[in-house]
């Protein structure tokens, strides 16, 4: 497997860092704690910074305006970009976008590129995908999904429950999973704009950590209208196009995670070098150096997990078993580390003086988002005793 970084990825990554030290992480003192987001004008300033700089859309293919990056160049990219938390964002290659954007090139009519993907590669609309249910839907075990499409002529009359839609206030449309017929084996993606009569945005869901552009948020589907034209990809292929967004989508949230990772263990490395206590700077006591040595095993083995699978995806070879390894490892890794950190800090790792405690608040979503850690578990196990995967 070779890992080599070309010159073009190493100047892309180059300037990626430039952008995000030099205006992302300076833009991170305007957070609102109240309101758990940056403020918008802050947000749009960083989109028209990144446009000017040239680093829009830097994971789509060329003719797409991106930089045609295979997937260990868009790892070492993003995994500079989730330095910061509006990195992704002001890049337009931020979830949900980014991996609906991955589903749309790949499924999308003509009809539905046009009307959907170019303005929203242009950064002109938000999208979002509804998957997720309250109980007893759907949730780790998409079996139980009980929104449902029932065919009506030309048209397909939706009815369902969703939350936790990431990013869906102030969506222009979503994209929605959903059984056909009762049938989950015939279950669809629909595209659905989101001034549609009979869907609601409920509310954004009080959340943990920071409701991000668009919040996490609950939605009502009674008797929406979907235009045969609207189905996105062909009949009761949802299954299998939800898999062509996720398992890449996982790797996406891994590669973003190792930046945050790393940037926070640099913020705790440079407070132990200059804090001194009991006589010795913290940095040289024997019990904070073991715990930066097991941060950097694990950052250095969550990156060679997340590089496997991108070569394996970049070969066309399964990859499915250990983008579960990296999903489980990297984000059981960034909580951790991050904890970690505001341990070394102390009081001031604990308080809003250091963004360790932001990042703590939203890093602890990372073990439930895009399947909890005990799914992941129980499909490498699965894969192990049926012997589809060995040791």
């Known amino acids: 497997m070779d890992f080599q970084i070309s010159p073009e990825v190493e100047e892309l990554r180059a300037k990626v860092r430039a952008f995000v030290e030099e205006e992302c992480i300076p833009a991170e003192k ?33 003719e797409l305006g991106g930089f045609g990056l295979d997937v260990i160049g868009t790892s070492i990219i993003f995994s500079e970009l989730g330095r910061s938390a509006l990195g992704p964002f002001a890049c337009n290659c931020d979830a949900p976008d980014e991996g609906n954007m991955h589903l749309l090139n790949h499924a999308a009519s003509p009809e539905q590129r046009e009307r ?20 007893p839907g759907a949730g780790a075990d998409p079996t139980s999904l009980q929104t449902n499409a029932v065919k009506d002529g030309d048209k397909f009359i939706l009815n369902g429950h969703k939350w936790y839609c990431t990013g869906a206030n102030y969506s222009n449309f979503l994209i929605v999973f959903a059984k056909l017929g009762g049938s989950f ?7 659905v704009p989101t001034d549609s009569p009979g869907y609601e945005m409920v509310r954004e869901i009080p959340v943990m950590g ?22 996105l990809g062909k009949l009761a292929e949802g299954f299998r196009l939800s898999q062509v967004r996720l398992g890449p989508a996982r790797l996406t949230h891994c590669m973003r995670w190792l930046g945050l990772a790393r940037r926070s263990m640099e913020i705790a490395m440079k407070y132990a070098k200059e804090r001194e206590v009991f006589g010795q700077k913290i940095a040289e006591h024997q019990g904070i150096q073991w715990t ?6 694990d950052i250095e083995m969550g990156w060679m997990l997340t590089l496997k699978s991108a070569w394996l995806i970049q070969h066309g070879k399964d990859a499915r078993q250990e983008i579960s390894m990296a999903k489980w490892h990297v984000s059981e890794t960034l909580c951790k580390t991050i904890d970690d950190a505001i341990q070394i800090c102390g009081g001031t790792g604990y308080s809003q003086d250091l963004p360790l405690e932001m990042f703590y608040r939203d890093a602890r979503a990372a073990r439930l988002a895009d399947g909890p850690s005990e799914v992941h578990k129980m499909v490498i196990a699965r894969n192990l005793v049926s012997g589809k995967a060995g040791f």
């Open 30 to 62: 305007h957070y609102d704690h109240h309101d758990g987001r940056f403020p918008k004008a802050i947000t749009d300033e960083l989109r028209a910074k990144a446009k000017a700089r040239g680093l829009w859309t830097p994971h789509l293919p060329k």
């Open 292 to 297: 930066m040595a097991e941060r950097a095993r």
């Open 185 to 191: 084996r015939r279950s669809t993606l629909f595209l």
């Open 116 to 135: 959907f993907l170019k303005p929203l590669i242009a950064g002109e609309i938000r999208s979002a995908f509804a998957m997720t249910e309250p109980p």
């Open 210 to 231: 920071s409701h991000g552009p668009g919040g996490h948020c609950e939605l009502k589907f009674k008797d929406v209208v979907v235009p045969e034209n609207m189905v």
